[in-house]
Structures are given as structure tokens and as C-alpha cells.
Nanobody
């Protein structure tokens, strides 16, 4: 398994949660991103980070609440999610190999971790 996402769970609105994505093999220093797919909706972009961690950007819906970061010693990318809302409920996926919001650019995907935010 080259990308493994974990850290999801059930939280209440306003709570925080941190997702992790452990990368191995080719991807451990690649640019990476987080996407999410809510029930009945298409998968959408959340955040992306460069290989060094020096650049990142976010979807407007999460800007100011979510923070993407990485630890290249631990080969892990994080998504810190604060002030969670029920509309953040989704399966969250990490992806590797591209810096940007276009899912077609990514070359590897993790298995997804479910985040459920109750009101």
C-alpha cells in the first residue's frame, strides 16, 4: 500500500479532527492533495501541498478552517480540520503526484477515511 489515509471518525459540529496520509515508495516526497466525496456527490478538491511543503492552497469551502501540512521525515501528510460543519461529512481521500485541484492530475490514491460531523 503506497498511500494510507486514516484518522476519520464521528465528531460534533465545531469539533476538530486531524487526518493523516502515510506515503511510501515513490510518493513519499511528492506533491499531494486531499479530496472528499460526500454521499450522492462527486469527489471534490479540498487542499494540496507541494513536495517541500512550502506551497499549498485550499478549496474556498474549507479555507481558514482546514490546514494541510507534511512531515517528510515521517513521510506523512496531514489535514487538520477545525470548526467542522455537517457539510464536511464525506469520505476523505489523499492523493499523490500532482500539485493542484484537478483530480485527473494525481497518480496515486489512498483508500479513503470517513469523517462524519453531526449537528
Amino acid at each position: 500500500v503506497q498511500l494510507q489515509a486514516f484518522g476519520g471518525g464521528l465528531v460534533q459540529a465545531g469539533d476538530s479532527l486531524r487526518l493523516s496520509c502515510a506515503a511510501s515508495g515513490t510518493w513519499h516526497r511528492a506533491p499531494m492533495g486531499w479530496f472528499r466525496q460526500a454521499p450522492g456527490k462527486e469527489r471534490g478538491f479540498v487542499a494540496t501541498i507541494s513536495g517541500t511543503g512550502g506551497s499549498s492552497y485550499y478549496a474556498d469551502s474549507v479555507k481558514g478552517r482546514f490546514t494541510i501540512s507534511r512531515d517528510n521525515v515521517k513521510n506523512t501528510v496531514y489535514l487538520q480540520m477545525n470548526s467542522l460543519k455537517p457539510e464536511d461529512t464525506a469520505v476523505y481521500y489523499c492523493a499523490a503526484g500532482y500539485y493542484g485541484s484537478n483530480s485527473d492530475g494525481y497518480r496515486a490514491w489512498g483508500q479513503g477515511t470517513l469523517v462524519t460531523v453531526s449537528s
